[in-house]
C-alpha cells in the first residue's frame, strides 16, 4: 500500500514522487481537518450535524454490519471455549471479494 508515501497520484503533474511537496502537504493537512471535522459517534460532517438549523434533516435508522453480526455470533456459540483462551481476537472475514479461479484446464 501506500502507507507513509507522498499522496503524488492524487496530484495532476507531480515531478517528485518520493518526496513531500508543498502541494502534497496541503492535500494532506486538508484531509485531516476533514477527518477531524466528523462526528466521532456517527461520522457524520460536523459543518452539516451539529448546526441547529438542521435538526430536521437527520432521522434515526438502524443498520446491521454483517461482520459484527456474524462475530457476535460466533461468540454467542462458542462461549465456553472463548472464556479459557487467553488474547484471542476474533475477527469478519468477506467472502465477498473478488475470485480468481486457475485457468489451468
Known amino acids: 500500500m501506500l502507507a507513509g508515501k507522498p499522496v503524488h497520484f492524487l496530484i495532476p503533474g507531480a515531478r517528485k514522487p518520493n518526496r513531500w511537496t508543498r502541494p502534497a502537504k496541503t492535500l494532506l493537512e486538508a484531509f485531516q481537518v476533514y477527518k477531524d471535522s466528523l462526528c466521532g459517534s456517527c461520522g457524520h460532517s460536523g459543518i452539516h450535524s451539529m448546526d441547529i438549523a438542521n435538526s430536521r434533516e ?28 487467553k488474547g484471542l481476537k476474533i475477527y469478519a472475514v468477506s467472502n465477498m471479494g473478488p475470485v480468481y479461479e486457475d485457468d489451468e484446464s
Open 58 to 85: 437527520f432521522v434515526a435508522d438502524k443498520a446491521v454490519c454483517l461482520g459484527c453480526q456474524v462475530r457476535e455470533i460466533y461468540r454467542d456459540q462458542h462461549e465456553d471455549m472463548l472464556k479459557t483462551a
